[in-house]
């Protein structure tokens, strides 16, 4: 059943006819050697795969796309640490607009060379000092740029919902979902489709131990800022849930969980050694729960969003030789 909200099941399945043959419809992967650590059937999303490395894509072309002639013609705004910027980069250029980018100065190198070579402009700040909104805002007002933010708008929702969607088309009945949360987009797009089609599947996110202002915002049943988190997994590193995203996951998502930054390095290297797939620190949280116990109690089958791979092989080896193996 389709349930009333600023988002709905029809939303997402209208972004999913929208992105079809632009996106790409990710593989979903098992294990055994995960079905036995979780105790559970595991299936894996696996976003790492999808345009520009990371679920992202989905969300920003599902917005560009809807730009009338007039707004692509003069180009789009967005913020972001990494993944966001080079989704929109590349639907800017999908959809023959231009795109300018506000991203951190640490933003990973990688990120920023791949948002680059998408044809974006790059406007960079400090995230300890500076606000993105305001900046991407102003940088948007001033040159009469369309602003597609990261997770603060029912487009972008939509359309991160989608991967969601694909996974329950594939995999059918589950009793439990996992996804990880930043400001929050995916998990509540992806709360939108599971519960829209299964009121009684369980929604859990997964946020790191520095950054969980969604987990302390649910608990505090309203909005909670923390200090910029410090953590590798620089994807997640919220201080504040978004309004939209968080009246969305207060009524759809049953838990947030948080994991060590030292449990999503072990996560890392139990992909690539186990399952051969590489994911960044924000990609590999969920797995990170679902190793260390920390997604409580699983019903038979669970499905987990594996939310992108960007990462250069510098930093992936260093974060890799860092982490103890998972028996």
């Known amino acids: 059943m389709t349930q009333a909200g600023p988002v709905t099941l029809d939303d997402v399945r209208d972004a999913a006819e929208r992105i079809k043959g632009v996106a790409h419809r990710t593989p979903v992967l098992r294990s055994r050697t995960l079905d036995r650590i979780a105790g559970a059937e595991v299936l894996l999303k696996c976003e790492n795969f999808q345009r520009i490395g990371a679920f992202k894509f989905r969300g920003a072309y599902n917005a560009a796309s809807r730009l009338s002639p007039e707004q692509l013609s003069r180009g789009i705004a967005a913020y972001s640490s990494g993944n966001h910027a080079q989704a929109v980069a590349l639907a800017a250029r999908e959809l023959g607009s231009s795109a300018v980018i506000v991203m951190p100065e640490d933003t990973p190198a990688s990120k920023m060379a791949a948002t680059a070579g998408y044809g974006a402009e790059i406007v960079t700040y400090d995230r300890y000092t500076g606000d993105r909104v305001a900046i991407g805002g102003a940088l948007a007002a001033e040159r009469g740029l369309a602003l ?42 992806s709360a939108t ?37 410090r953590t590798i997994a620089d994807g997640l590193a919220a201080e504040t849930p978004g ?18 930054e030292d449990e999503i390095r ?53 974060l890799c030789a860092q982490a103890p193996a998972v028996a």
Do not use: C, W
């Open 148 to 189: 597609i933010p990261p997770y603060e708008h029912p487009h972008v929702i939509a359309g991160q919902g989608t991967a969601a969607l694909e996974l329950l088309e594939e995999a059918g009945e589950l009793g439990a979902l996992l996804t990880p949360v930043g400001g929050g987009g995916l998990i509540a797009g």
């Open 266 to 318: 072990a996560a890392m290297r139990f992909a690539f050694e186990r399952l051969k797939i590489v994911l960044e620190p924000s990609g590999a949280s969920v797995l990170a729960a679902l190793l260390a116990g920390k997604a409580g109690r699983l019903p038979a089958r669970v499905g987990v969003v594996l939310s992108g791979g960007n990462i250069d092989t510098k930093r992936f080896a260093e």
């Open 193 to 229: 489709a599971a519960k829209g089609l299964d009121g009684g599947i369980r929604v859990v996110g997964v946020e790191p131990e520095a950054g969980d202002d969604t987990r302390r915002s649910l608990a505090a049943g309203e909005r909670v800022t923390i200090p910029v988190p």
């Open 243 to 260: 309004e939209l995203t968080f009246s969305i996951n207060r009524r759809l998502v049953d838990e947030v969980v948080a994991v060590s």
